[in-house]
């Protein structure tokens, strides 16, 4: 946990700082009908770096919550819209029993590509990394890097991830992988 927490700052503060060059040379082109570039930087990047830390803390949150096969902290991190249809299937499966739990487990591993019926195995050796996070109002899309073991292999893949900011809070929208 220590080594994904670790692997997790990396890519904050380098997504920060390909953020800011970002900024400056989009901020240096003549083109642009800016009054102050420099102010104009340190008034946005705080903003702009505080919800990439938020939208990676979501997925921090997420999987921890997919290690410990956590299904109502899985659906928390989901848009309300999204966790609510989930959250009846488990009421309907008896509160978090046996069935409704493999339901849910099982379309989350279903939707990363894996093809074992062992969603325990999968979720607690599951590993996520976002990368290319972009922020357009409320709404963001990331690339999600995520590696998982299943039948003593060790398997990598990529996903779209899409999020939503609803009342301040970022929450994970849909997921493509």
């Known amino acids: 946990m220590k080594r994904l927490l670790y692997l997790l700052l990396a890519v904050v ?10 900024l400056l040379k989009k901020q240096s082109d003549p083109s642009s009908d800016e009054d102050d570039p420099v102010s104009q ?7 702009q770096e505080e919800q990439i ?18 299904v109502d902290g899985i659906l928390d991190c989901l848009t309300p819209s999204a966790a609510k249809p989930m959250r009846t299937i488990l ?11 493999e339901q849910v487990m099982g379309l989350l591993c279903q939707t990363l590509g ?9 979720c607690e050796s599951l ?5 290319n996070i972009e922020i357009k109002d409320d709404k963001a899309t990331a690339d999600l890097t995520y590696w998982y073991e299943e039948d003593g292999q060790r398997y990598k893949g990529q996903a779209d991830l899409t999020c939503k900011r609803i009342d301040g809070q ?8």
Not at 13 to 22: K, M, N
Not at 57 to 65: E, K
Not at 114 to 122: G, I, L, P
Not at 170 to 177: P, T
């Open 114 to 122: 894996a093809s074992s019926s062992d969603y325990r195995q999968f």
């Open 53 to 70: 830390a938020e939208i990676e803390a979501l997925g921090d949150r997420c999987c921890s919550a997919c290690n410990a096969v956590d």
């Open 127 to 131: 590993e996520t990394e976002l990368s």
């Open 170 to 177: 970022w929450y994970i929208s849909k997921l493509q992988g």
């Open 13 to 22: 503060l380098i997504a920060a700082c390909l953020f800011s060059c970002s």
């Open 41 to 47: 930087i340190e008034q946005e990047t705080p903003a």
């Open 91 to 101: 009421d309907l499966a008896g509160s978090f029993s046996d069935t409704g739990e």
